[in-house]
């Protein structure tokens, strides 16, 4: 069964980086496309980035310019850094799996 597991911080600095980490079990961070998604208070789910089971990766263009996923092969993990972050940037972050295994999520505050 595969299952996917966030990490990272709880709250975050306005202007600094938020790093995110999934880890992967069951499954291989090679195999599918891996996703980061998240959702802001009072707002639809919206797409950041995947990496592809190749390595490429893509991203939202309204994140792009501030978004970065690689992967760890060796500890099956993928992560999301995200720079100069806002308050905007407040919500739920989820690591997806070929859109059909989600991690319960991880709620992510960005305040001074």
């Known amino acids: 069964q595969v299952q996917l597991q966030e990490s990272g911080p709880v709250l975050v600095n306005p202007s600094q980086t938020l790093s995110l980490t999934c880890t992967i079990s069951?499954?291989?961070?090679?195999?599918?496309?891996n996703y980061w998604i998240r959702q802001s208070p009072g707002k639809a789910l919206e797409w950041i980035g995947y990496?592809?089971?190749?390595?490429?990766?893509s991203y939202s263009s309204s994140l792009k310019s501030r978004s970065s996923i690689s992967r760890d092969m060796r500890k099956n993990q993928f992560t999301l850094q995200l720079n100069s972050v806002t308050p905007e940037d407040t919500g739920v972050y989820y690591c997806v799996k070929s859109l059909d295994y989600w991690g319960r999520g991880t709620q992510v505050t960005v305040s001074s």
């Open positions: 990496i592809t089971a190749g390595g490429t990766t």
């Open positions: 069951g499954g291989s961070v090679t195999t599918g496309d």
